[in-house]
Every structure is written in C-alpha cells, then in structure tokens.
C-alpha cells in the first residue's frame, strides 16, 4: 500500500440536514493531504440536505437518488463511482475526531489480508459507544430473548454478541466493527463484491464483514481512531418500522448463512429447523417492541 493512498470517502445522507454540515466539514479536516474525493449518495431526502450541499459544498460529487433505495443500495452506488484505492464508508450522523484517518491507515498497514477497519465510536456527550459485534449465532439469539444478555452485560457467555467481555478502549481483530464508519482496501471488495442489498438497512454490514471474513480478510477495532456517532440519525424517526425491519433483516442473515454452510447432507438436515425457529422467534419478538416505541411516539 502506498504511503499516502487514495481515499474515496463515500457517505450515505438521507433527512440529514441536521448532520451533515459537521460531517463533512470534519472529514474534508481530516482528509487534508490525502488525494481523495468525497461521493455522497442521497436517499431522496426532502429536508434541505441535498440542497445544502449543492450550495455550500460543490467540490464533491452528489449522487442524487429519486427514491429511497436502501442504505445497502446506497452504499454501492458509492464504491461504484468510486476511483480510489481506499474506501471509507460513512453514516452521515458523525464528526470525524482530527487524525481518524491517519491512525485508521496505519492499522491498515500493518495487515498482510486487511478487510473492514473500523474507529472507536463515541456519543455526541464524548460516551464511549460499544458496538462491536461478534457473528451472531443461535445461542446468542436464545440470550438475547430470554434477556439473560441483559441480566449479564459483561458475560462474553450469555452477551457474546454484543462483545459484553470486549475491553473498547483496545484495539484488536474482532469479527465485526460497526457499520458507520466502515475503512476498506479496494482489493478486499474487489475479492468479496459489494454489499447484499437485499438486506436493506440493517444486517448488509453484518454480512459483508461475514464475507470478508470468510474469505481470509482481517477485520478490525482500531481503538485509537476515534469518531463522534449520534446513533439513529435516520433511522430514529421511524422507530417501530425499523425494529420490524432489524428483526426480519437478521432473520434473513440466519438464513442465508445456513444456506451457505458447509455441513454434511446429515447435519443439514439436523439443522434445518434452526433458521425457521429464529425467525418466529426474532418476529414474536418484534411486535412489543414495536408496540412499545409506537406507543412512545403516540403518546
């Protein structure tokens, strides 16, 4: 990799308005000596986000959607206009911390096969925010409803998932960073292909860092690297539809990572229930929780 790579610094806006002035005045900070270009794809947004950009941000090249076409989509339109060779993939709801880059690249280096590198992710308030994730499997599902990842949040046991026993003020290789702020070498997606759109909004990040893992690639926590992440800036909004959709998403992950399983002909047959009972399950699940936050919106 070259010293000073290339950067295509892709963000994903939609209803952004409140967001993306600080985002982009961070990152254009932080890109400063880089030979970069800044894409952002915008989702139809009808909030003063697309023209906002158009008058105080000519320099980068708006990709102007006229329907929302999905976050997954989104993203892919990104890399495709994309001419660099290092793609950041950002959320719209983040202020770059100065030096993000920097550090993110020097962990970059240092790996022989590097896939996703991801930053610390701190509130708005500076609160450390931890969201790095271990593949989900369907023990971790059985904790999660059952609650007992709630009873014990620093179990590696019974919160493995959500990496209850990960120490975020580290860094180290970890299965999945979060999908806001997503560092990846062009030959890793050359190698993986883009995102699974049929995912949508929730659960494509989760997937191609699965795929980038599979296919020999070093995902990673980069604890040095730090971005500031409101959280939900979209999606917030829309609260009980995105429960519905996170649910069915991560059904569809159960799936589809079944069907890719290497097993014998006995242990698929064995296993073959599994993704059938994780989504009954994972959708039961979704209808309080959509009535609850429902009901917080109504009332």
Known sequence: MAEK???????ISYQGIDFISDCLKTLKVDLVGYEHEIIVVDNHSIDGTVEYIEQHHSDICLIKNKTNLG???????????????????????????PGCLDTLLDCCRRMSRPGMIGPRLVGFDGKLQRFCRRFPRYHHLLFELTGLAYLFPRSGIFNGWK???????????????????????RP??????????????????????????QAGHTNYYCAEAVIEHYGGGSVSRQKPKMVWLSHYSMMKYYFKQEKLRDTSAPVKILRLPLPYLAGFFLLFAALPRSLYYLIRKII
């Not at 790579?5 to 963000?11: F, K, Q, R």
């Open 5 to 11: 790579p290339g950067i295509s610094a892709v963000i």
């Open 71 to 97: 976050f997954a989509h989104a993203v892919n339109q990104g890399i495709k206009a994309a001419q660099k060779e290092i793609l950041w993939l950002l959320n719209q709801d983040i202020r770059i911390r």
């Open 163 to 185: 990496m209850g026993d990960f120490d975020h003020t580290h860094s180290a290789e970890i299965e999945q960073p979060m999908g806001a702020a997503m560092l990846v070498p």
């Open 188 to 213: 890793a997606i050359d190698d993986v292909g883009l995102l699974d759109e049929s995912f949508g909004i929730f659960f494509n990040d989760v997937d191609f860092c699965y795929r980038l893992w």
